[in-house]
């Protein structure tokens, strides 16, 4: 029923959205996602995973209504400046204040923010600020030479070297250069202005020094306002390091501890030590560094991967703003990790993606299952309505999420925790609403028996919003079991 009204309306007449935390979010990657313009279509080579491939603003446009339908909120759409050859990710400028000519012209990037409103879509644009493309026209120019560090590739894991060196020997930006943060700052601005986009994501954030991107933060939001949201990429694993940009001024930050956690907990199952240690070593010149220390260093199939994240939660500032994701394009997907029966591990990654604390963010494709390895494996084609069964559970999960505050906004709290079984619950109360739901997984391919203590009622009438069945509980304990790989989103009544 909510789905019908979504489809006739703006997304915003049917939920009652208050802030950042309502949102959900979906990497459409602007050259992989759908061609709507062969006009365009340059210099392409779709059989060449590290060449353009003809996705495009049209195509994006295009979809717009499939994203709302399936219950997306917010629309990530890859970097947008102009790129040199063969850039089709975004990530090497060649020209700040020029739209990249393969997807299309500031008039259309403009259409496609507008028209993604209409429809209570919101548009957060990536945004490189660390550095610029191998041949920006700056890095032969003498009059740039301070535009840039010279000091080569970072060499250590210091926060000196990672300020300081290039990553991937990309141009290094000088931030402590006035006229390089002033130029940034009001390019970021002009940006804003021209657009209409609602945030940023900000790339690499960990290789840009904090003093640079506080100002930054601080100039945007009294630009724009404060709702305008900052999402920070930082590849930590550590969740204090990643808490101090958010007292910085950086609204959100993807969480990496807790992905690292749901990739090792959800996605590894059954892979022995040395498995993992092998599959790790083969892959650690084609994988993020940190994917190989985590799979050395936690343990698979097992969900107090997760508690101990969660447990974390104290450094944030607001840890329901994180942006939470079991995947993205620098990562192999998940569906690609989890062997086995990967189908089944993937929709219970997104039953807890969808559930705990945080702001989703899924990658294209993951609603329609596809799988890929690591960059630039990942970032194949869109593959549209491959498995139906996971886009129709992804569509439950977003209309789920997207009716319930207390998934969104409510307190977390861990009911049990053990090797197969989690349970937590989310609790939202404000002036005239007050809403629980409690959320309880097994990670296991056997059925599990638990009785989990209520701390408070005796009591407890729930709807299993996810199968659509009432349940009732009395002597102060949910008695349940719960089949393998299924989860059960108890809304309390
Ligand atoms: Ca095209
Ligand atoms: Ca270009
Ligand atoms: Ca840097």
């Known amino acids: ?88 990710h975004g990530y090497w400028p060649a020209d700040f204040y020029r739209v990249e000519e393969h997807f299309g012209d500031p008039e259309k990037l403009k259409e496609l923010v507008d028209k993604a409103h209409e429809k209570g879509l919101k548009v957060i644009a990536d ?45 290094d930006l000088a ?68 808490a101090r940009y958010q007292k910085e001024g950086i609204d959100t930050l993807f969480d990496m501890p807790l992905n690292q956690a749901i990739r090792s ?38 969900l107090r991967e997760i ?18 994701f079991i995947d993205n394009h620098d990562l192999s997907r998940f569906l690609t990790e989890a062997k086995g029966d990967g189908k089944e591990k993937l929709k219970l990654a997104l039953d807890f993606l969808f559930t705990v604390r945080g702001v989703p963010s899924i990658l294209y494709g993951t609603e329609t299952g596809m799988d890929g390895g690591n960059d630039p494996d990942n970032r194949r084609d869109m593959e549209w309505a491959q498995n139906p069964d996971i886009t129709a559970h992804y569509r439950k999960l977003c209309e789920i999420r997207n009716a319930h505050v207390a998934l969104r906004q409510g307190a977390l709290k861990e009911l049990w925790c053990d090797r197969n079984v989690y349970a937590f619950s989310r609790y939202h109360k404000d002036k005239d609403h007050e809403e629980e739901v409690i959320v309880l997984l097994n990670n296991s391919k056997h059925d599990q028996y638990r009785e989990i203590p209520l701390s408070e009622k005796k009591n407890l009438a729930a709807e299993d919003l996810l199968h659509e069945e009432k349940l009732s509980f009395s002597e102060g304990k949910i008695k349940i079991t719960l089949k393998p790989r299924e989860a059960r989103i108890l809304k309390v009544l």
């Open 307 to 324: 508690s101990r994240v969660l447990s974390k939660d104290r450094y944030y500032v607001d840890p329901n703003l994180l942006t939470i």
């Open 175 to 242: 931030h402590e250069n006035p006229e390089v943060s002033d130029y940034v700052i009001r390019m970021a601005k002009y940006w804003i202005d021209r657009t209409g986009v609602d945030g940023f994501r900000l790339d690499a954030i960990k290789y840009v020094s904090h003093d640079f991107l506080k100002r930054f933060a601080e100039e945007i939001h009294r630009h724009a306002g404060s709702k305008f949201l900052l999402v920070g990429e930082d590849f930590s694993r550590d969740p204090e390091h990643l």
């Open 127 to 171: 945004m490189v600020i660390n550095h610029t493309g191998y041949n920006h026209s700056w890095v032969q120019d003498p009059a740039y030479h301070d535009w840039f560090h010279h000091y080569g590739k970072v060499k250590l894991p210091t926060q000196w070297w990672m300020e300081h060196g290039e990553l991937s020997g990309l141009p």
């Open 1 to 88: 029923m909510i789905i019908d009204a979504i489809a006739k309306n703006n997304v915003r007449d049917v939920y009652n959205f208050q802030n950042w935390k309502d949102e959900n979010l979906y990497y459409a990657f602007t050259d992989r996602f759908e061609n709507g313009d062969r006009s365009n279509d340059f210099d392409v080579d779709p059989k060449d995973l590290r060449k353009y491939h003809g996705g495009d603003f049209q195509g994006i446009i295009n979809k717009l209504d499939y994203l709302r339908d399936i219950g997306v909120t917010t629309l990530w759409i890859s970097p947008f400046v102009d790129n040199e050859k063969d850039g089709y």
């Open 265 to 302: 907990a959800i996605g590894d199952e059954g892979k022995s030590w040395v498995g993992r240690l092998v599959e790790g070593l083969r892959n650690v010149k084609k994988a993020p560094l940190m994917e190989t220390l985590r799979k050395v260093t936690t343990h698979p199939g097992d």
